[in-house]
């Protein structure tokens, strides 16, 4: 089993900047990828960002160039700094952990909102 605790989510004005944190706990030797989805009012959940445990990145196109994940192995820790926040990065953020056989786990979310 594997836990994920977000944390790092609040309000902060457009241009702003936030970073996320997600630490993993339990048998986290057997997570490979953790990411970042979102999830706003009305909307389904999509990926923001997502890094294999060999570093391997990945973004969606509307956060490319804004967001950075990043991930300490020896913390089993994956952060997101944002940076340039726009009112539509409003949503629920979740952390997620992939396992090498595909099992995957979530975080209870952490709520992020850009006021204009």
């Known amino acids: 089993q594997v836990q994920l605790v977000e944390s790092g989510g609040g309000l902060v004005q457009a241009g702003g900047s936030l970073r996320l944190s997600c630490a993993a706990s339990g048998t986290t030797f057997t997570i490979n990828v953790m990411g970042w989805y979102r999830q706003a009012p009305g909307k389904q959940r999509e990926l923001v960002a997502r890094i294999t445990r060999s570093g391997s990145t990945n973004y969606a196109d509307s956060v490319k160039g804004r967001f950075t994940i990043s991930r300490d192995n020896a913390k089993n820790t994956v952060y997101l700094q944002m940076n340039i926040l726009k009112p539509e990065d409003t949503a629920v953020y979740y952390c997620?952990?992939?396992?090498?056989?595909?099992?995957?786990?979530w975080g209870q979310g952490t709520q992020v909102t850009v006021s204009s």
């Open positions: 997620n952990a992939e396992r090498f056989n595909s099992l995957v786990y």
